[in-house]
């Protein structure tokens, strides 16, 4: 494998800071999300989630341990701009930077997304992503936060997962701000993604030696039949994967999903002049999140794009979700026939199961293992065929709030025992510290 390709572990604010109300932190749609009754599993919110807000340094020392060479993290906007704009919480700021600095002390790189999610609740009332004006805010943060920053986050992330945001909390529903409908997601994407591309220009204006891009979920597309669904997977494709690819490295956005989105949303006259360019200013790399493929078949009923998901191949994760290593190889590959050498960090990659507690200071998790293994060993086939990755981050650090499920699934190489707060490190967070040692060594 590369030399130059540094292996680390991912995390998010709202999943694993806790301290929700602490030191001047304001609510977010997460806070507000989790808060209302039927909206996540059992009721449980990230109020305490790891506690790592108050536990950060032996945190950083269990990173240390497993040999982690970076470590992506997500910064709270309500937690340094608790209105989202305005008055700066100056607590908030010598939080992040005495992580960073810790994680340099510790040779560790860190690498900071200014957006995981958890947009402050005050923006959210004024109409959140769903107005352009959130992207004006968001790039305002984003100066702050390099200016603040800048000498010691090098590698900053812009937006996690803007399909994410836009569908599942706009046109699904199932994620914050829990929103149902559709136009107004499609408006989302796109503010998201002019997010982006003003928060590139404010970190470049604020740490002009920064490295910056930011991070898409993608996957291949499967039709569940090879025939009848072959447009069903274009849809999709074109939903999940070009409409954000095209945008952020082609400055358009793809005609066939245009025309689609406009018969059945109706015009999206909220691109403006400009907006696209912007979007795909200058990026250092392209964060790429891959946990599974996504089998579809054609359903008329099913949205605007007429596409609904097929039943996972066997086996399947904690989540349902199909384990598939040769599909990140298959991705990898795509984007570079189809993108160019674009460096590529791949952000999340993981899985969640059933852990059992631990037990004599162990938690064996085979499969989580097994996962990692051969996920690591499609990577190396991508780097082997001229994709130029630069890192890896398995998802997670630590067993977490995990969104709508609450705490049911773990996706940690650490287990956590949430009423002591204890951590583990698991049989898969040990495999992977002894792998990074091998790869230090020369022995992959």
């Given at each position: 494998m590369s030399d130059g390709l540094k292996f680390g572990a991912a995390t998010a604010a709202y999943q694993i800071e806790g301290a929700a109300r602490a030191d001047g932190r304001g609510e977010s749609i997460w806070d507000r999300f989790a808060h209302t009754p039927g909206r996540v599993a059992r009721g449980d919110t990230g109020d305490v989630a790891c506690d790592h807000y108050h536990r950060w340094r032996a945190d950083l020392d269990l990173m240390a341990e497993l040999g982690l060479e970076a470590y992506r993290f997500s910064i709270s906007w309500s937690r340094v701009l608790p209105e989202g704009e305005g008055a700066v919480n100056s607590a908030g700021l010598r939080f992040y930077r005495e992580l960073a600095e810790g994680l340099r002390e510790r040779g560790i790189e860190p690498i900071a997304t200014l957006y995981h999610w958890d947009l402050p609740q005050a923006l959210q009332e004024r109409g959140g992503w769903a107005e352009r004006a959130t992207a004006q805010r968001f790039g305002e943060y984003a100066v702050l936060m390099a200016a603040e920053l800048g000498d010691v986050v090098r590698e900053w992330i812009t937006v996690n997962e803007p399909w994410v945001i836009a569908f599942q909390g706009h046109a699904h529903g199932t994620k914050a701000p829990g929103i149902r409908d559709w136009p107004t997601a499609l408006r989302v994407s796109h503010n998201a993604l002019l997010g982006h591309g003003l928060a590139l220009q404010a970190v470049r204006a604020a740490a002009p030696d920064a490295r910056a891009g930011i991070t898409l979920n993608l996957a291949p597309v499967v039709a569940a039949d090879a025939e009848d669904d072959a447009l069903a997977v274009e849809r999709m494709d074109g939903h999940l994967n070009r409409w954000f690819l095209e945008a952020v490295l082609r400055a358009r956005y793809p005609g066939d999903m245009i025309d689609l989105y406009e018969?059945?949303?109706?015009?999206?006259?909220?691109?403006?002049?400009?907006?696209?360019?912007?979007?795909?200013?200058?990026?250092?790399?392209?964060?790429?999140?891959?946990?599974?493929?996504?089998?579809?078949?054609?359903?008329?009923?099913?949205?605007?794009?007429?596409?609904?998901?097929?039943?996972?191949?066997?086996?399947?994760?904690?989540?349902?979700?199909?384990?598939?290593?040769?599909?990140?190889?298959?991705?990898?590959?795509?984007?570079?026939?189809?993108?160019?050498?674009?460096?590529?960090?791949?952000?999340?990659?993981?899985?969640?199961?059933?852990?059992?507690?631990?037990?004599?200071?162990?938690?064996?998790?085979?499969?989580?293992?097994?996962?990692?293994?051969?996920?690591?060993?499609?990577?190396?086939?991508?780097?082997?065929?001229?994709?130029?990755?630069?890192?890896?981050?398995?998802?997670?650090?630590?067993?977490?709030?995990?969104?709508?499920?609450?705490?049911?699934?773990?996706?940690?190489?650490?287990?956590?025992?949430?009423?002591?707060?204890?951590r583990t490190p698991k049989q898969s967070g040990l495999w992977y510290r002894d792998y990074i040692r091998r790869m230090r060594n020369g022995e992959g």
């Open positions: 018969r059945r949303c109706g015009p999206l006259d909220w691109i403006e002049d400009g907006d696209l360019p912007l979007i795909a200013g200058r990026t250092e790399f392209l964060g790429v999140n891959y946990y599974a493929p996504m089998r579809v078949r054609a359903d008329a009923s099913r949205g605007p794009i007429g596409v609904r998901q097929a039943p996972p191949g066997p086996p399947t994760t904690g989540m349902g979700w199909e384990v598939a290593p040769d599909g990140l190889r298959e991705l990898l590959v795509r984007i570079k026939d189809d993108y160019g050498d674009v460096p590529i960090a791949i952000t999340e990659n993981g899985a969640a199961y059933r852990d059992p507690p631990a037990s004599n200071g162990r938690v064996e998790d085979p499969e989580r293992t097994a996962y990692i293994e051969a996920h690591l060993a499609a990577l190396r086939q991508a780097v082997e065929a001229g994709v130029p990755v630069e890192r890896y981050f398995v998802w997670s650090l630590l067993d977490n709030f995990e969104w709508e499920w609450g705490y049911d699934q773990r996706f940690g190489i650490v287990h956590v025992d949430f009423e002591t707060q204890r």
